[in-house]
Every structure is written in C-alpha cells, then in structure tokens.
C-alpha cells in the first residue's frame, strides 16, 4: 500500500512559479516509479512528468523546459516544479505511483495509486 498526498497548488500570475510536492506513505518510494498528471475542466487526465529511480526524468512536450520533476528520498517525496506557468497550465495537479504492473508511464493506466490532487490556477 502506497498512499500519497500532493500539495503546494495555488493562485498564481501567468509567469510565476510553484513547486507542488507528492508525500508518499506506506513503503518506500525511491525505487518506484512516480509520475504528475494534471486534468483541466471537461479535459481528460493528461500526462506531465514522471521520476524513475532518481535520474531517468520524463516530460510532456508542452512542459519541457519549463517544470522540472525530482525526488528526495529521504523525506518520500518527490517534487513537481514548475515556472513560467501559462493559464493553459491550470488544472487539477495528481502524483502517482506504479508498484506492480506495465511500465508505460505516459499511460495513466500504468499506476496503480493517486493522490487527491492539488488544484493549481494561473491568471492571466
């Protein structure tokens, strides 16, 4: 049993930055798979970025070079940082986690446990 918990969204100002953070519970995160999708309003859950172990990083292409995905290991936690945020970026911001099965991790299908999600909005 994984249970995770994101927090850090918020009203924010096209440009600005937010870091969120997935605080996982249950067993030790550093060796599985954690990724950050994001669903905006009448929008299917789309994928963001996902951490393998602690260097194989994986991106969207609409947010490359602008968030920046990493874990520390020895708080379970891993991180979803996010600058130059556009008002396309506002969403409902989920982590999750894949502890058995297929590792497609652009698929949400591949996880296996969410979190409840953090909503992130960003004005114009």
């Known amino acids: 049993q994984v249970q995770l918990v994101e927090s850090g969204g918020g009203l924010v100002q096209a440009g600005d930055s937010l870091r969120l953070s997935c605080a996982a519970s249950?067993?030790?995160?550093?060796?599985?798979?954690i990724g950050w999708f994001r669903q905006a309003p009448g929008k299917e859950r789309e994928f963001v970025a996902a951490?393998?172990?602690?260097?194989?990083?994986y991106y969207a292409d609409s947010v490359k070079g602008r968030f920046t995905i990493s874990r520390d290991n020895a708080k379970n936690t891993v991180y979803l940082q996010m600058n130059a945020l556009k008002p396309e970026d506002t969403a409902v911001y989920y982590c999750?986690?894949?502890?058995?099965?297929?590792?497609?991790?652009?698929?949400?299908?591949?996880?296996?446990?969410w979190g409840q999600g953090t909503q992130v909005t960003v004005s114009s």
């Open positions: 999750a986690a894949i502890t058995t099965g297929v590792l497609i991790l652009r698929s949400a299908n591949s996880y296996n446990y």
């Open positions: 249950g067993r030790t995160t550093s060796n599985i798979p």
């Open positions: 951490i393998r172990l602690n260097t194989n990083t």
